[in-house]
């Protein structure tokens, strides 16, 4: 049975960092996509950032040159590093996998960014 494990999330500060990170274990020959969403209360979920198999990003407008993903293959792991945090990022964030023909979430992980 394939799980993610979040973690990282947490209360900080207006302009502050939080590092995001999200661990696949479980039977998986080969992660092709590994992203991360989130969902505020009352809003839907959407894609906040992805990462590809060979590297190449895509991120959400509201979060490009402040967010940034990564992935540690060997460790079947992918991060999210947010810096300069607003209010409007509080949300629960989700990482996603795209491995062997399934998707896969994690439950998800609780960012406050208030004051």
């Known amino acids: 049975q394939v799980q993610l494990v979040e973690s990282g999330g947490g209360l900080v500060q207006p302009g502050g960092s939080l590092r995001l990170s999200c661990a696949a274990s479980g039977r998986i020959s080969s992660i092709i996509v590994m992203e991360w969403y989130r969902q505020a209360p009352g809003r839907e979920r959407k894609l906040v950032a992805r990462i590809g198999s060979d590297g190449t990003t895509t991120y959400a407008d509201s979060v490009k040159g402040r967010f940034t993903i990564s992935r540690d293959n060997a460790k079947r792991t992918v991060y999210l590093q947010m810096n300069s945090l607003k209010p409007e990022d509080t949300a629960v964030y989700y990482c996603?996998?795209?491995?062997?023909?399934?998707?896969?979430w994690g439950k998800g992980t609780l960012v406050t960014v208030s004051s």
């Open positions: 996603r996998i795209v491995a062997d023909g399934f998707q896969y």
